[in-house]
Nanobody, 113 residues
Framework: VQLQASGGGLVQAGGSLRLSCAGP???????MGWYRQAPGKQRELLAG???????NYADSVKGRFAISRDNAKNTMYLQMDGLKVEDAAVYYC?????????WGQGTQVTVSS
């Protein structure tokens, strides 16, 4: 089973996007995370959220991005505000301790200056 992120697109610097990730309850029983990979760079963990709602953020997005989840809908979100050119990447969702079989194609976020 692959997790599919959606909601990416082209946005101007300073703009906002909201990403979504839905999947089966068996996966969403876990702590979940948002990741991104920019060209030529390693995939990085941006934010994580436990089933109970405890969150953690990478310094690069702290204060600008907000992770949330709706356990009833087995859905996770990433609200991205104040986007910067350097935020451009393919964004993925996975469990907080990522499982290789859950990586989907991700959703592209492009930020124009």
């Amino acid at each position: 089973v692959q997790l599919q992120a959606s909601g990416g697109g082209l946005v101007q610097a300073g703009g906002s996007l909201r990403l979504s990730c839905a999947g089966p309850r068996s996966i969403f029983a876990n702590a979940m995370g948002w990741y991104r990979q920019a060209p030529g760079k390693q995939r990085e963990l941006l934010a994580g959220i436990t089933r109970g709602g405890i969150t953690n953020y990478a310094d690069s997005v702290k204060g600008r991005f907000a992770i949330s989840r709706d356990n009833a809908k087995n859905t996770m979100y990433l609200q991205m505000d104040g986007l910067k050119v350097e935020d451009a990447a393919v964004y993925y969702c996975n469990t907080w301790a990522p499982m290789s079989q859950y990586w989907g194609q991700g959703t592209q976020v492009t930020v124009s200056s």
